[in-house]
Nanobody, 119 residues
Framework: QVQLVESGGGLVQPGGSLRLSCAAS????????MGWYRQAPGKQRELVAR???????NYADSVKGRFTISRDNAKNTVYLRMNRLKPEDTAVYYC?????????????WGQGTQVTVSS
């Protein structure tokens, strides 16, 4: 089982930037795809960005061109750089691990990190 700890959230003004981090342990990090999800109040959790073991990425349409997912296998960490933030990006952000490069979730959900975009 993979354990995940998210950090880096906070309060930011519209148009601002944040970088989230997710530290993973308990599995061979480098062979698994990783994903960032978010859940806004009253809404279902949604996939925001995903990165495969080889570094291929895909994004939700709502964040394309603004968010960038990356990974550092030496640090067992995945990042989410968020630029040009909008109020609708406000949510708790979570990361999770997949079984290798499948879409089968493998990790335990962490506490998440709150991102609030407001003036």
């Amino acid at each position: 089982q993979v354990q995940l700890v998210e950090s880096g959230g906070g309060l930011v003004q519209p148009g601002g930037s944040l970088r989230l981090s997710c530290a993973a342990s308990g599995s061979i990090f480098s062979i698994n795809a990783m994903g960032w999800y978010r859940q806004a109040p009253g809404k279902q959790r949604e996939l925001v960005a995903r990165i495969t073991s080889g570094g291929s990425t895909n994004y939700a349409d709502s964040v394309k061109g603004r968010f960038t997912i990356s990974r550092d296998n030496a640090k067992n960490t995945v990042y989410l750089r968020m630029n040009r933030l909008k109020p609708e990006d406000t949510a708790v952000y979570y990361c999770n691990s997949y079984q290798r490069d499948t879409y089968i979730l493998f990790g335990s959900w962490g506490q998440g990190t709150q991102v609030t975009v407001s003036s």
